[in-house]
């Protein structure tokens, strides 16, 4: 998918869509710096999964880290 490098950068954007869903529902985007490429996705989690799997193919060690959630 992406040629064989020492570092990858993603961008992960989230929003949140009051005209359509409710203001709980945010939708997300990775980008993958290097080559432009983008994903949608439906969900934070979603996105935050995409990465981990782009990682696991570039053989990056990935330790989850415990997670907090901001008020």
Do not use: I, N
């Amino acid at each position: 998918m992406f040629p064989a490098a020492k570092y990858v950068s993603f961008v992960v954007r989230l929003w949140c869509d009051d005209q359509e869903q409710p203001s709980d529902h945010w939708y997300s985007e990775v980008e993958h710096v290097q080559s432009g490429e983008r994903w949608q996705f439906d969900s934070p989690t979603q996105s935050l999964h995409f990465v981990a799997q782009m990682a696991a193919r570039l053989d990056v060690p990935v330790t989850p880290a415990p997670m907090t959630v901001c008020p």
